[in-house]
């Protein structure tokens, strides 16, 4: 975050109207194995000091016009479309083309205030202010007024609606927003929560009007995109949205975003022209594409593809099993087969920037001999089990192959399932799967994986006995911590608890590799979550050379 502070009597710090945790440690630089230095992206929380690096296209004076075509791996025939809800990439795609955020995130994501929201300042630990900018319309002409952030806030907090923002409402009064005037909303919190306003940045977090439902509803949002037409499964075409409010965007006329079935066929499409951009390049085929004319944007984030056990299922109810799969995993070995170098050696826990991260915890490596020793004594010797995949990201297909090959070694049988709709019905139901995430820090992620109110929670976690059982007390306790050091040791605790029994393994943090074709402009590193740095934020900062 950027500007001068002052701090509050609990603690905070007021920044540029945000109270944040003193001092500022959401943007820690992690030094990881080999001496590489990744300043990982925060999807719901904080940012960076050091830019990212890797290539972007090159910048010039924008030209208007053009169709835009995306490809994107992961989506089927569950695809939806909804300003506040995901579940694969094309619905992350889809989702910021028509639908905006309070706040936002910058390359080195650090919160900004030139979203919807004027300024989100905090009355007191208790209760935020939204103040909103005027003159902002919504696709149809209608006016953004303190209703329609009233219904939002709202609509996502009303558990059974389902989507995917919910956990993270859980510290917000949702029944007593109150409308103070026509731009103006106060928010209470049930209890202190300093990352509500990197929650309001998140682009699950999206503005929609009063009244607002999901796709096959019209989809109107303030996005630089309309939606014209969209078949789940297939492809979404979306118009520029003529009277947006950011002066001189977009610069597309249309945007295609097409579903891709694996990442041979977008690579195939991106060097064919039939496509301008794919998302997830895989790394072994960045210099061939680099080589036919195209071009690669790398960035350094803390994204992660874990292979994830559930707690709660055969055969992992057994703790030693689980202890069992992770030291069956070579982890440098992964980085260099699936990754071709870009990452960096994780240990099964997530949010490495975190000021809170337990890196004092024993490097896991990789010990044949007492991962057999497990296995015996936990009655699985030649334990044979189905994993569970898809290409939703790049190397969720090749981790899973990978895995299997490592664990012959052990006597472990694992047969790869690679679904085309592993995200419809089936998904967290399954005993072993690979699934994968951007990087966020530690208690915003917790929010969205790792409680039994979280929308994405892979491994069933936590156990509801014996180590880690009063995760959810422990997290509550992190939540409303306004004193750092407590927030730390209690988020330790937490983090101790999912290494020794947690469902995880988490082989590396991966670099975000995406393709694009020569001739598209405006493209910058980013540390954000998003694929295309946000996507081109919304496919408004990019165009055609």
């Not at 945000?18 to 820690?28: A, D, G, K, N, T």
């Not at 094309?90 to 910021?96: E, F, H, T, Y």
């Not at 998140?202 to 607002?212: A, E, H, Q, R």
């Not at 072993?432 to 929670?457: A, E, H, I, M």
Request: net charge negative.
């Amino acid at each position: 975050m950027t500007g001068t502070g002052s701090e509050s009597s609990n603690g905070n710090v007021m920044q540029n109207g945000l109270w944040v945790s003193s001092p500022i440690s959401r943007r820690q630089l992690f030094v990881g194995a080999g001496g590489a230095a990744i300043l990982a992206a925060l999807a719901a929380c904080g940012g960076g000091e050091t830019s990212t690096t890797g290539t972007g296209s090159t910048g010039g004076t924008p030209k208007p016009g053009g169709n835009f075509r995306l490809g994107v791996t992961g989506g089927g025939s569950k695809d939806i479309f909804d300003g506040q809800n995901i579940v694969t990439k094309p619905d992350q795609a889809r989702l910021v083309s028509a639908f905006e955020t309070l706040l936002t995130f910058d390359d080195d994501y650090r919160l900004q205030t030139d979203g919807l929201a004027e300024s989100v300042e905090a009355d007191n630990p208790k209760q935020y202010t939204i103040r909103l900018q005027k003159g902002i319309e919504f696709q149809d002409g209608k006016t953004l007024t303190a209703d329609d952030v009233i219904y939002s806030l709202q609509r996502i907090g009303t558990e059974g609606n389902g989507l995917t923002g919910f956990a993270a409402t859980a510290s917000m009064d949702i029944a007593n927003i109150k409308k103070v005037d026509q731009y103006t909303v106060q928010l209470p919190l049930k209890t202190p929560d300093s990352t509500i306003p990197q929650t309001l940045a998140s682009y699950t977090f999206g503005i929609v009007p009063v009244g607002y439902k999901a796709y096959p509803a019209p989809q109107i949002g303030t996005g630089p995109f309309k939606l014209k037409s969209f078949t789940p499964g297939q492809e979404s075409v979306s118009e520029r949205n003529p009277n947006y409010w950011r002066s001189g965007q977009p610069y597309f006329d249309t945007v295609t975003i097409t579903d891709f079935a694996d990442a041979t066929a977008q690579v195939n499409a991106l060097q064919g022209g039939q496509i301008d951009a794919m998302t997830d390049l895989p790394a072994a085929q960045v210099a061939a594409v680099k080589a036919n004319g195209a071009n690669a944007l790398i960035s350094k984030t803390g994204g992660w593809v874990p292979l994830c056990m559930a707690i709660d299922m055969d055969p992992f109810t057994d703790v030693r099993v689980r202890q069992a799969m992770r030291l069956i995993v070579d982890r440098q070995a992964m980085i260099d087969q699936i990754a071709s170098g870009y990452g960096t050696i994780a240990n099964d826990l997530y949010a490495p920037f975190d000021d809170g991260y337990y890196s004092d915890a024993p490097q896991r490596e990789q010990n044949i001999d007492e991962a057999k020793s497990l296995l015996k004594d936990a009655g699985q010797e030649g334990l044979t089990v189905d994993l569970h995949t898809t290409a939703g990201a790049s190397g969720m297909v090749s981790l899973a192959t990978v895995f299997a090959t490592q664990a012959k070694d052990a006597g472990v049988t694992v047969n790869v399932k690679v679904d085309p709709n592993y995200y419809g019905d089936s998904y967290l139901k399954l005993a072993f799967s690979v699934d994968f995430w951007g990087t966020r820090g530690y208690l915003n992620q917790v929010q969205q994986g790792s409680l039994p109110t979280s929308p994405y929670n892979e491994t069933h976690w936590p156990p509801a006995s014996g180590e880690g059982s009063d995760f959810g007390s422990l997290y509550q306790q992190a939540l409303a911590a306004t004193d750092d050091a407590k927030r730390i040791e209690l988020e330790q605790e937490m983090q101790k608890a999912e290494y020794n029994v947690g469902g995880y393994i988490i082989p590396f943090f991966g670099d975000l590799i995406d393709g694009y074709a020569a001739n598209v402009a405006g493209l910058a590193p980013s540390k954000g979550t998003l694929n295309l740095a946000g996507f081109g934020h919304g496919f408004r900062t990019i165009w055609f050379s």
